[in-house]
């Protein structure tokens, strides 16, 4: 069997698929491909019509968006994701982001470095605690599952949830508060975090005047996708309020642009999308999107089947 594979994915997984398969690292050949492993590239209509052989597409991460799901269905190819390899690296994320933006951890590092500090804990560095505040989950999945757990169990928070796709009773037996607007959640939230897919529903989610409902003094974390939040609302939040920080690993454009206006707010945290990129992560991904495209090739049953 062939199977197409240009990018980096954990040693071990790639060794696991050279075993069992040809890798090859283009599509000159598109019409003898068996699968296709990407991570970021995208996978058009065109190039799945031409690939008269192909059987499964396997994504290493969660988001479909790089690849033409219509065309899939249309030429019977399979289409798999991996929705739980890195939850609980990314749920991990967020709560040192909860934390370090409580604390001040990202402002006190930079102004310390160039010596603005003549005094030992400043005032007007003042932090919060965690503890016991209301933590707001946009999306109930696996990774705001995972968050809710932490943030439950380690800081005795209370927890709420805003998604469409999750009745009442399945809200209840997660543990959550479920809110049918999106507007409550955010009045009555401490800390806010992002985990919903990109989709037609969900660019802008958090735009104009949403962000007049968030609590004042909130946090807001986002390691889902960029164009769930408008940048220039959230800019104005930050400066003009209601937001005290936020912490964002996800941009409209990837990596954030250095003369992003986002990046002289000392109350604001980026980083080049490493919500997922650990060691373990990696591992448990790369190995899951082998074994999961061999297995569709093969014939068996195979995890993450979206088409």
């Not at 996978?43 to 499964?56: P, Q």
């Not at 016991?132 to 949830?161: H, P, W, Y």
Request: aromatic share 6%; hydrophobic share 40%.
């Amino acid at each position: 069997m062939k199977i197409y594979l240009n990018e980096f994915i954990h040693p071990d997984a790639a060794s696991h698929l050279r075993s069992q398969a040809e890798v090859v690292t283009n599509f000159d050949h598109i019409e003898e491909l068996d699968g296709i492993i990407v991570r970021g590239t995208q996978v058009t209509g065109e190039m799945i019509r031409a690939a008269k052989n192909l059987k499964v597409i396997g994504r290493h991460g969660i988001a479909m968006n790089i690849i033409d799901l219509d065309a899939a269905r249309e030429c019977g190819v399979r289409v798999l994701n991996t929705p739980r390899t890195n939850a609980n690296s990314v749920a991990e994320y967020i709560v040192g982001c909860f934390l370090a933006m409580s604390r001040h951890f990202y402002e006190c590092n930079v102004k310390l470095r160039r010596g603005a500090f003549t005094r030992i804990a400043p005032p007007d560095l003042l932090g919060s605690d965690v503890s016991g505040k209301t933590v707001g989950l946009v999306g109930m999945g696996n990774i705001s599952q995972l968050v809710a757990k932490i943030m439950r169990n380690a800081f005795d928070c209370e927890i709420c949830g805003y998604d469409p796709f999750v009745d009442n009773e399945r809200a209840a037996a997660l543990g959550f508060k479920k809110y049918e607007r999106l507007e409550d959640l955010l009045e009555v939230s401490d800390l806010v975090n992002i985990s919903v897919p990109l989709s037609k529903g969900t660019v802008g989610l958090v735009s104009g005047d949403m962000f007049r409902h968030f609590k004042p003094g909130a946090i807001l974390v986002n390691a889902a996708r960029g164009q769930i939040v408008n940048e220039d609302g959230l800019y104005c939040a930050l400066t003009e309020g209601p937001l005290k920080a936020a912490a964002f690993d996800t941009f409209a454009v990837e990596p954030l642009p250095k003369d992003s206006k986002l990046l002289t707010l000392e109350n604001f945290s980026a980083t080049p999308h490493i919500g997922g990129n650990t060691e373990e992560a990696l591992y448990r991904t790369g190995i899951a999107v082998v074994d999961n495209v061999i297995n569709v090739i093969k014939g068996q049953p195979a995890d993450g089947i979206i088409v």
